[in-house]
C-alpha cells in the first residue's frame, strides 16, 4: 500500500483518502492516485534481495531450510517492564520434532472434494450462448459442495464482453437446493442466478452486475422473513448488480458494498459496515451497529419495533423517518425496490407491504453518511449508474 501511495492516514474507512487508494471518490481516485505496477514489483523485488542477504549471512540457500530451525533466533531482552516479563521459550522450543524429518509438507494432501464439475458443466452448457451474445435458459440442481457457482461462466462473460457487455441479453439460470459458499461470486452483467432454497457464506462477493435471487423452496412451510437464507458477509466487496432475497441475510450484510443494490427481509450484525455506495433495502429487523464506517451509498431499514436507533452505528449516519411530506421521491424509490423485489422472489411479506403501503411507510427509516444531503441521495444513484 505504501509503495502505490499510501500515506498511512488512518481515514480508509471514511472515503476520503488524500492520496486516492482507499476511496470510491472518483475525482480522490483519478487526481491523486499515482500508483503503477512497477511499484509494487519493485518492492517486492527488494524484499527478496534483502531476505537472500539475510540468509546469504546464514549460509541457507531457501526458506525451506529455515523452517523448524528456532536455534538460529535470537531472543531480545525487551525494552520495557512489560515486554521483559515475556517468555517466548515455549514457542520457541523445538525439542519434540524429528531433526532428521521433513519440518514442512512435501506431499500434498486434503485435496478438495469439490472438483469444479458442476460450473465446468454450466460453462459448456452456456458457453455457445456467451459466444454469440444470444443468452437463454439453463436449470440445474445444486448442493452445498457445489462452491463459487456462476464464477466460471462470470469469467467468461468478462473476458468476451467485458462486465456488462451482455446485460441486454442475460443468460437466466434457475438453480434448486442448498449452494456452496461464494453463490453469484464476481458475477457480471448478463448473468441471472435463480436460486430456490438457500445459500452459505458470501454469496454476490465481488459482485459486478447481473441479478442474484434467492427464495425459499415452494414446499417449505416456515415464515420466509423469519428465516435465514443467506450466510455472513453476502455481497462482500460488490460494485454492481441486483440481489434479491425473500428471507433474511446473515452478519455484515454487504460490507464494502460501493454499487449494488440488495433488498432483504432481515438482517444481522454490522450490515452495510463500510459502504461506499449503492443502495441496501432491509425489510425487516437488524442486528446491531448497522453502518458502522458507512460513507456512502444509501439504505432503507423498516422498524416495526421502533428500536433501530439503538442499533445503528451513531459515529458516520444520521436517519430520517420517510414521510410522504416532503419526501414523496424516496416514497415512490422504496415502492419501487419492493416492487422488483416482489416480482423477483414472490415474497409474501413484500407483497403484504405494498397491499398496506400507506400503513408501513412511516415505519421505514433512510440511513444516509453524515455528509450527504437527503436531497442528493437519489441524484448520487442515478450519477453512480
Known amino acids: ?120 458443466k454450466m460453462l459448456a452448457d452456456m458457453r455457445d450462448a456467451i459466444a454469440a451474445k444470444s443468452g437463454g435458459k439453463f436449470s440445474y440442481a445444486v448442493s452445498n459442495f457445489h462452491r463459487s457457482i456462476g464464477a466460471r461462466v462470470s469469467g467468461e462473460i468478462a473476458k468476451r464482453w467485458g462486465n456488462t457487455g451482455m446485460s441486454a441479453a442475460p443468460l437466466i439460470v434457475t438453480l434448486k437446493g442448498s449452494a456452496g459458499q461464494s453463490f453469484g461470486v464476481w458475477n457480471a452483467g448478463g448473468l441471472h442466478l435463480h436460486l430456490e432454497g438457500e445459500a452459505n457464506d458470501y454469496v454476490g462477493k465481488g459482485m459486478a452486475a447481473g441479478k442474484i435471487v434467492l427464495k425459499p423452496s415452494a414446499q417449505s412451510t416456515f415464515i420466509a422473513r423469519d428465516t435465514i437464507i443467506m450466510g455472513n458477509t453476502c455481497l462482500y466487496g460488490a460494485t454492481g448488480g441486483e440481489l434479491y432475497a425473500a428471507g433474511t441475510a446473515g452478519e455484515r450484510f454487504a460490507v464494502r458494498n460501493s454499487g449494488a443494490l440488495a433488498v432483504v427481509e432481515g438482517a444481522g450484525d454490522h450490515c452495510c459496515e463500510y459502504m461506499t455506495g449503492g443502495v441496501v433495502c432491509v425489510l425487516g429487523r437488524t442486528g446491531v451497529n448497522f453502518g458502522a464506517g458507512f460513507t456512502g451509498g444509501f439504505a432503507y431499514v423498516l422498524d416495526m419495533e421502533r428500536d433501530f436507533v439503538d442499533r445503528y452505528n451513531h459515529e458516520l449516519i444520521d436517519i430520517h423517518r420517510v414521510s410522504p411530506e416532503g419526501m414523496g421521491i424516496h416514497v415512490q424509490h422504496l415502492r419501487g425496490l419492493i416492487e422488483q423485489h416482489v416480482d423477483a422472489t414472490d415474497s409474501v411479506w413484500g407483497a ?10 412511516g415505519k421505514f427509516w433512510v440511513v444516509k453518511p453524515k455528509a450527504a444531503a437527503i436531497n442528493s441521495l437519489l441524484e448520487n444513484l442515478r450519477r453512480a449508474a
Open 1 to 120: 500500500m505504501v509503495a502505490l501511495g499510501c500515506k498511512y492516514l488512518r481515514i480508509c474507512h471514511l472515503n476520503n483518502c488524500a492520496t486516492g487508494v482507499a476511496t470510491q471518490h472518483n475525482v480522490l481516485r483519478t487526481k491523486y492516485f499515482i500508483g503503477l505496477p512497477d511499484m509494487v514489483i519493485n518492492y517486492f523485488k527488494f524484499v527478496a534481495q534483502e531476505c537472500r542477504e539475510i540468509m546469504a549471512s546464514m549460509a541457507v540457500r531457501t526458506l525451506a531450510e529455515l523452517i523448524g530451525h528456532t536455534e538460529l533466533l535470537k531472543i531480545l531482552p525487551g525494552e520495557t517492564s512489560k515486554q521483559r516479563k515475556l517468555d517466548l521459550t515455549p514457542v520457541l522450543a523445538n525439542s519434540a520434532l524429528v531433526s532428521n524429518k521433513p519440518q514442512y509438507c512435501i506431499d500434498p494432501h486434503n485435496e478438495p472434494f469439490d472438483k469444479g464439475v458442476l460450473g465446468e
Open 352 to 361: 403484504q407491504l405494498l397491499n398496506d403501503f400507506r400503513s408501513y411507510i
